[in-house]
């Protein structure tokens, strides 16, 4: 089922320039999955009680417009496909008119909480979510896997703080976003995101970005002390 919710920008999610932020876009995505799983009974309680997560590989997001605080937003996910331990959903964000605002394609993958490794989709959660794929999103979202850059301008170091974790006691999707788009210059604005999901992290560990040009953009690590990715993202204009 496409599941939607209407909102209104927010003074608190706009930027300096009165515009919607990248990561408050991420955080409307979030909260409609989020939304969508609690009205179909498969929300935090459930997943919970059968000791279950989704993890999120990856997403591509392709931005048309940051609206101004105030203006009313509709906001609509679906899923398209299930296999083995992933889950394939893809998110909207439009005008009242049907005006496009934002897309985006995301994968996941199903953990088992207590062996710490991935789950087969259960049955029971996939009906519950039911599937769109004559929806799917027909945007080139480019690969999943981003290549890692060589070289790159060492960035300086930070801790992980207690506000960037979720429910899962690990850093939220949105927060990597947010890390990344403080590595770039301030004037940039993207309309283009990739963003592939290596490693979780936790509260107290160190990041270490690292700033590479591509064409049009920037890609951006978040790397631990021994250079493995936790994040990867490919931003451009």
């Known amino acids: 089922m496409k599941y939607s919710f209407s909102g209104r920008i927010r003074y608190s999610e706009i930027d ?8 408050s876009l991420i955080n409307y995505f979030q909260d409609c999955s989020n939304f969508h799983a609690e009205d179909v009974n498969v929300g935090l309680k459930w997943m919970e009680e059968h000791r279950l997560a989704w993890i999120l590989a ?10 101004a605080m105030g203006a009313p937003v509709e906001t609509s996910t679906w899923a398209y496909g299930f296999r083995s331990c992933m889950g394939y959903r893809n998110y909207s964000m ?24 991935p789950a087969r989709v259960p049955e029971e959660l996939a009906d519950a979510y039911g599937l769109e794929p004559g929806l799917k999103l027909k945007d080139d979202f480019g690969s999943r896997k981003i290549r890692l850059p060589e070289g790159g301008k060492e960035l300086p170091s930070f801790q992980i ?11 939220n999707n949105g927060q990597y976003v947010r890390m990344a788009l403080s590595c770039l210059p301030r004037s940039f604005r993207t309309r283009r995101l990739r963003a592939e999901y290596k490693m979780q992290a936790h509260l107290g560990d160190w990041m270490f970005p690292k700033l590479s040009e591509c064409d049009g953009g920037y890609l951006v690590t978040l790397n631990d002390k021994n250079s493995n990715p936790y994040f990867i993202g490919e931003l451009r204009e």
Do not use: C, F
């Open 16 to 23: 300096e320039y009165g515009r919607l932020t990248l990561y």
């Open 161 to 171: 703080q207690e506000y960037q974790l979720d429910t899962n006691h690990h850093v």
């Open 94 to 117: 439009e005008t009242p008119g049907g005006g496009m605002v934002a897309r985006a394609n995301s994968e996941w993958v199903l953990m088992d909480m207590d062996k710490g490794g």
């Open 58 to 67: 990856a997403w591509q997001i392709h931005i048309d417009a940051y609206p």
